[in-house]
């Protein structure tokens, strides 16, 4: 019978594994497995040591070939290393080679993002959206994980209980597929009511990549206390909070974050809580522009924005993280003059591409605070006006 997969990474030492491809550079290849760290260290496993081939496409069944694995395989011999992270999603096949050649456990980053939201649930409904996302990422992997159970060769005699087994479990982790969306059907609808019970409220919700700052900001903005955290994916459930500039109400979401490969399970599984985003009248985009490849997150999110049909809002980009960007950015030996007329170019060239719906602020120094609460709210009362032109007055 199937179990269900509970990686516990605690005090585990792990080894990250990364593909070239013809469309991407060594340096693009190593702050992916930069990123890879983090989130291994979210979980709470250690990355000593990265692992980079370049091929002209993935092996079909060691994905990096026996070569590199020979080389991981010499590496780990005698280390208490326990896991391998590989950068990009692997089959049950590809896992099962793998995990024979060097004898440990083997995953891949979407199996070590689903641990991570696995960890870090704590509503019923993120459990459920979680353990669906599990499931649907397990089933088509049945086969090759299995394949250690099968008789070698082919034709008679090779059809007995592994074969069985197989199917066994396939029916079951598709009847617990059904069951855990029958579920997350109830509380879709439980939610979707609550949501049309918060009145005619203008909504904003606050989306980005994870690790921005977007809960920081939700603390600054509506003065409450969502929990914040220097780790990726420090937010699973939707937080949402009644906020009032000047006499104009409206509500704020802080949402999950967005990732580079972000499995389509997650995605799918949570569709209730991204609905924040897609009901949304005018979404904050937050950006980490200390991060060396800001503008590949924005396209990230952008790209996901896209995926779950809320890309035609309005979007205002929220720079954060301004005092980290300038500590990078600027030597001490700087000119003042050249440090003002640099960031003023870089304000520039984002109000031009984001037709002057930006802002540069930095939240952990409150820098710039009320240049973001005037635009929002410049940009919730123009929505009010447009909801409903003859009022003049919003305060509900």
């Known amino acids: 019978m199937i179990e269900k997969k509970n990686y516990s990474f605690q005090e585990e030492r792990a080894v990250l594994v990364g593909l070239i491809l013809p469309t991407q550079t060594e340096h693009d290849v190593n702050e992916y497995l930069d990123e890879l760290a983090f989130l291994a260290e979210t979980a709470g496993a250690t990355a000593l040591r990265k692992f980079i081939q370049k091929l002209p496409h993935p092996d079909s069944k060691t994905y990096i070939g026996k070569g590199k694995l020979q080389e991981i395989k010499d590496y780990i011999t005698g280390k208490d290393i ?214 590949e997150q924005i396209a990230v999110v952008n790209r996901t924005l896209h995926e779950i049909n809320a890309s035609d809002k309005p979007i205002i980009l929220v720079f954060n993280k301004m005092d980290l960007y300038e500590k990078q950015t600027f030597d001490e030996w700087l000119d003042s003059s050249v440090k003002v007329e640099m960031i003023r170019e870089l304000k520039a060239r984002w109000e031009n591409e984001s037709q002057g719906q930006c802002v540069f602020i930095s939240a952990l120094e409150k820098r710039n605070i009320e240049e973001l609460r005037t635009g929002i709210l410049e940009r919730v009362r123009s929505l009010y006006q447009v909801r409903y032109p003859y009022k003049t007055e919003y305060n509900y």
């Not at 197989?166 to 609550?194: G, N």
């Not at 949402?255 to 389509?264: A, E, Q």
Request: hydrophobic share 40%; glycine share 6%; charged share 30%.
């Open 82 to 295: 326990r896991i391998a992270i590989f950068d990009d999603e692997l089959s049950g096949s590809q896992i099962n080679h793998i995990e024979k050649a060097l004898e440990v456990k083997t995953i891949d980053r979407s199996d070590l993002i689903l641990d991570i939201f696995a960890s870090r649930a704590k509503t019923a409904q993120a459990k459920l959206q979680v353990e669906l996302a599990q499931y649907q990422y397990l089933l088509p992997r049945l086969r090759g994980m299995w394949s250690h159970l099968e008789r070698l060769g082919g034709g008679i005699g090779t059809r007995g209980p592994g074969e069985t087994e197989i199917e066994t479990d396939r029916r079951i982790v598709k009847d617990k597929i059904s069951l855990l969306r029958r579920r997350l059907s109830v509380i879709d609808k439980q939610a979707f009511t609550q949501r049309k019970d918060r009145g005619e409220f203008i909504r904003a919700a606050l989306v980005g990549y994870t690790n921005v700052g977007k809960s920081t900001i939700m603390n600054l903005l509506s003065k409450s206390d969502v929990f914040a955290e220097n780790k990726l994916f420090a937010t699973l459930d939707t937080t949402t909070r009644k906020i009032v500039f000047e006499n104009t109400p409206f509500l704020l979401s802080d949402t999950v974050g967005f990732i580079r490969k972000l499995p389509h399970h997650l995605v799918e599984s949570f569709k209730s809580t991204l609905d924040e985003v897609r009901e949304a009248d005018v979404l904050l985009h937050v950006v980490d522009l200390s991060h060396p490849r800001y503008e």
